[in-house]
């Protein structure tokens, strides 16, 4: 089954930092640029970064360009995103995504708080 | 950075009735930039439309998407229950994704 998954959501204090994973299982993700979306509690999607497949385009929205840090390891079919200086507005579900928007993960949930 | 307003907020429409949901995007963009979205809660998006309106593998016929410039419509005929879902309308520029606010389709 195609699927993509995402982890290493969970509590974290305001300043601190996470790391979130997106595997590709059941098909190869090498082939495909990456995005990360957003949704926080009671809102709309927001498009956060992405990722071409070779790593050459990287983008992200200025609500956190400077904090977070979009990779990708092809070898390990996953990519990921680096979260530095979380703030309570960081708060969401994360989904990843595929650039066609065809395949979503279920996402992993954020959370920031003290 | 290109701004989508999607309307109404909020439909609400009894089954086999038809939901008109409007996209508009805040400058001209190609229409092969943009896609409609289902969301139900607890579930992963699910890519409906992309290129203004060619259907996603699996979606149904009853789901139809139109438009060009900065007027976009999703039109979605015969509605079910299991149509209750947020609809949003995205534009997948060069290097940036952005959605409108979304369309809370409620089923009576």
């Known amino acids: 089954d195609v699927q993509l998954v995402e982890s290493g959501g969970g509590l974290v204090k305001p300043g601190g930092s996470l790391r979130l994973s997106c595997g590709g299982s059941?098909?190869?993700?090498?082939?495909?640029?990456v995005n990360w979306v957003r949704q926080p509690p009671g809102k709309g999607l927001e498009w956060v970064s992405s990722i071409s497949g070779s790593s050459l385009y990287i983008y992200y929205a200025d609500s956190v360009r400077g904090r977070f840090t979009i990779s990708r390891d092809n070898a390990r079919n996953s990519v990921f995103l680096q979260m530095d200086g979380l703030r309570p507005e960081d708060t969401a579900l994360y989904y990843c995504?595929?650039?066609?928007?065809?395949?979503w993960g279920q996402g992993t949930l954020v959370t920031v708080s003290s | 950075e290109i701004v989508l307003t999607q309307s109404p907020d909020t439909l609400s429409l009894s089954p086999g009735e038809r939901a008109i949901l409007s996209c508009k995007t805040s400058q001209s963009i190609s229409s092969t930039s943009l896609a409609w979205y289902q969301h139900r809660p607890g579930q992963a998006p699910r890519l409906l439309i992309y290129?203004?309106?060619t259907r996603a593998t699996g979606i149904p016929d009853r789901f139809s998407g139109s438009g060009s410039g900065t007027d976009f419509t999703l039109i979605i005929r015969r509605l079910e229950a299991k149509d209750s879902a947020v609809y949003y309308c995205?534009?997948?520029?060069?290097?940036?994704?952005?959605f409108g606010q979304g369309t809370k389709v409620e089923i009576k």
């Open positions: 059941g098909f190869n993700l090498t082939r495909y640029s």
């Open positions: 290129g203004a309106s």
């Open positions: 995205q534009q997948y520029g060069s290097s940036a994704w952005t």
């Open positions: 995504s595929t650039s066609g928007g065809d395949s």
